[in-house]
Structure formats: C-alpha cells, structure tokens
C-alpha cells in the first residue's frame, strides 16, 4: 500500500495511528515489547488496547529517565492530548528497560521470556552504520519475540542524515529484503511517500515505510 503526504507533521500522525491499530485482530497478544522507544509514547498509544502488557527499552538512560516521567505523569515530561489514552497506556507499560541492539540479548542483564509483538520504529537504522551490523541487530532483537508472532517495522527511507540541535547524525538507508534474509516473511509493506514543497535541512528522508512481518518457526 502507498500513500502520499503533504507535510512532516502529518506522516507523524499516520504512522502514530497505523502501527498495529490497524491490524487489532491479527496483531494482539499478551505482551509486547518495545525496542529503542525512545523518550516518546506514539507508538505505545497505538497498542495499548491490544495487549495486556507492555514492555518499553531505552538506549540511553536519558531516554529511559524521560519515558519514565511521561507514564508516571510526573512534572516535567512531554504530554500528548487525550488524557484518558495516556491514563490506559501506564497501566498496560509493566517495565522500562535499558536495551542494546548490539548485543545477542538486548536486555541483558535481564532475561524475559519471548514476546507476542514486537515493535521498532526509528531505531535500528540509526543504531547500525551498515548492513550487516542491521542484519545482526535484527537478528538479536528477534530474539525476544516468539516465532511464528509479528514484528512491525517502521522508519525513514532513503534517509543518510538527521539533526538534532547542533548535531549531525549518520543514518543507514534500508532495504526491505534484509528482513526475509534474517528470518522474517513480510506481510504488509507499506510506504508513506514524502510529497510537499518544504525545505528541511534537518533530515534527507523521502518518506516513511511500514512492514508488518511474520518470524518464521524455527527449525
């Protein structure tokens, strides 16, 4: 499936609203696990209502200390519009933890048991500066994730560069195969191509993908 879009703000609403929501009765579970979530909570809000447990990781401990003030709603964190959303939301988040993508569990020291859902947006293309670090970081987070269950995938494409404040950061551009050559079966690609007039020097990106995809059992 392909859309188009007209300005940033309005892929960051898609894709808020998209992962997992539209898929409620393929895509649930008992628990899902977040991987490099950042100090947001879109991507928690939209699949909240489709487990029983959520369970966010952070890179870094900034991130972590930010996420935790957003969901126990104390002074000082960042807030989304829709109270009563946000209020579901910190009942179903059981833990925050540190994770690495580099390592073979990316929770250690903590060990949990693998996942219903998986989720990753915005995280392992800046993480990994080629492909076959990718590869290995895929390979290390689907360990947390039960075979035959579903990772959704989302990030920029076409993206080598964004900035944050005074400070330039490398991205890796993608490539959708990668995941069938780690283990996974692709079954909803979708793209949200950039279409707007907008001059932004902070981020190369041509759009937004969305992959749903299925981890094989396995042998």
Request: with cysteine.
């Amino acid at each position: 499936t392909i859309y188009y879009y007209n300005a940033m703000d309005t892929c960051l609403v898609k894709r808020a609203s998209r992962i997992l929501h539209s898929e409620p009765d393929v895509i649930k579970g008992d628990t899902l696990i977040d991987t490099g979530s950042g100090p947001t909570i879109h991507q928690l809000l939209s699949t909240c209502e489709s487990f029983k447990e959520i369970i966010a990781t952070v890179y870094t401990y900034q991130n972590l200390w930010e996420l935790e003030k957003r969901l126990k709603n104390e002074p000082g964190g960042n807030r989304y519009r829709g109270a009563e959303k946000e209020a579901r939301l910190r009942k179903t988040v059981k833990q925050v933890l540190k994770c690495d993508v580099h390592k073979s569990n990316p929770l250690d020291p903590v060990v949990l048991p693998p996942a219903d859902c998986l989720v990753s947006s915005l995280c392992l293309e800046a993480a990994c500066k080629d492909l076959n670090i990718y590869r290995v970081a895929l390979k290390n987070i689907s360990s947390l994730l039960k075979p035959e269950e579903h990772l959704v995938l989302s990030g920029d494409l076409g993206c080598s560069f964004y900035i944050v404040g005074p400070q330039k950061f490398s991205c890796l551009v993608q490539r959708r195969e990668v995941l069938s050559e780690t283990g996974f079966f692709i079954q909803e690609p979708e793209v949200l191509f950039r279409d707007d007039t907008i001059v932004n020097d902070c981020s190369d990106f041509s759009g937004m993908y969305f992959n749903i995809a299925y981890k094989e059992k396995e042998m």
